[in-house]
């Protein structure tokens, strides 16, 4: 079959076109035929690292984590699934499983569940794992009907789909953005626009919540944005993030009594540990999306296969809105 992939860690141009064996079926796997991939942060971080990061395969690696696609065959004990199910998934590219990047792969049957039925193969790509990552935070912190939620970075992968579950959850929902066209998007998707860029943490908070805080924050953007995190929670609050590998001063969650809760979505993969929960995150997502509830925000540009590395370019550049897609 055909890949992309990775001899050595480093600049986009490192990926490479080869003909590699197509994976055979096992237990407790299915085959998938790949339609199409979608770029993550992550995905640039360990074409970029390699073994710095603990959780990079080895080369030569075929990296890619997000998926969809048609099923061919499947493993022993799988009863879920049939030849010709389309599913969706995120469930490669690091460690020893092999990635997206690819016309085939194999697939834990665990990690993946039937696509929804009302989106294209490229927009379902785009969902699983900024769709588990927006989910497991929220519903780690508690969110419920009335409760107030401030989403950081509304208009990025996991903050567009955060926003959007918030809502489907019964919140009155806020995130920030910078700039027009961000704005634009987050209240296109049901939230109230905050332009970080021109209003302080207690702007908004006097202006939204008359000081009092918000009851979540999801913070997509964390590192130093925990600050304002912190600065933007209600006493007692929650907040969810999906970035802390950061050294700071907890002082102001101290005082607040807030609860902070680190989001790792790659856990189940990484370590083979409860990965039937992303399964059932999958598919309680696409019922979402099949309600019109929850819809993946895909970029204009598009790229082939061949064109990975010109798709990492355009997620590091800033520049898309929405999920960075690659046709296989």
């Keep these: 079959m055909k890949a992309m992939i990775v001899n050595n860690f480093g600049e986009s141009d490192v990926f490479e076109e080869a003909n590699i064996a ?7 796997h299915v085959l998938v035929k790949v339609a199409a991939t979608s770029v993550n942060t992550v995905d640039t971080m360990i074409r970029q690292m390699g073994k710095e990061l603990p959780l990079s395969p080895e080369a030569p690696a075929v990296l890619g984590m997000d998926f969809a696609g048609t099923i061919e065959a499947i493993g022993d004990g799988v009863n879920q699934f049939s030849v010709g199910d389309e599913v969706y998934g995120c469930a490669g590219g690091l460690a020893d499983l092999q990635g997206t990047l690819a016309e085939y792969m194999l697939a834990d049957a665990k990690l993946i569940a039937h696509k929804p039925k009302s989106i294209s193969m490229r927009e379902a790509a785009a969902l699983p794992l900024v769709g588990i990552t927006a989910y497991e935070g929220l519903v780690r912190a508690g969110v419920k009907q009335g409760q107030k ?62 000081g009092a805080g918000f009851d979540v924050v999801y913070d997509s953007v964390g590192g130093a944005n925990l600050t304002n995190s912190f600065e933007a929670a209600a006493l007692n609050g929650h907040v969810a993030t999906t970035v802390s590998m950061v050294e700071m001063d907890l002082t102001p969650a101290h005082f607040k009594g807030l609860s902070l809760h680190v989001v790792f ?24 999306v099949d309600e019109g509830k929850l819809i993946p925000i895909v970029d204009e540009e598009r790229f082939n296969l061949s064109q990975i590395g010109l798709a990492h370019d355009r997620l590091s550049s800033g520049q898309a809105i929405g999920k960075v897609v690659v046709s296989i």
């Design 149 to 210: 939620v401030l989403v950081h970075g509304g208009s990025g992968g996991v903050g567009h789909v955060a926003l959007q579950l918030a809502n489907y959850f019964g919140a009155d929902v806020y995130s920030t953005g910078g700039g027009d066209n961000q704005i634009e998007l987050i209240e296109k998707l049901g939230a109230t626009g905050i332009n970080y860029l021109t209003e302080t943490v207690s702007d908004y908070v006097a202006k939204h919540t008359e």
């Design 265 to 288: 979505m790659l856990i189940p993969m990484l370590h083979d540990y409860k990965r039937e929960e992303h399964g059932k995150i999958l598919t309680h997502m696409a019922e979402i």
């Design 22 to 28: 197509k994976p055979e079926i096992k237990a407790g």
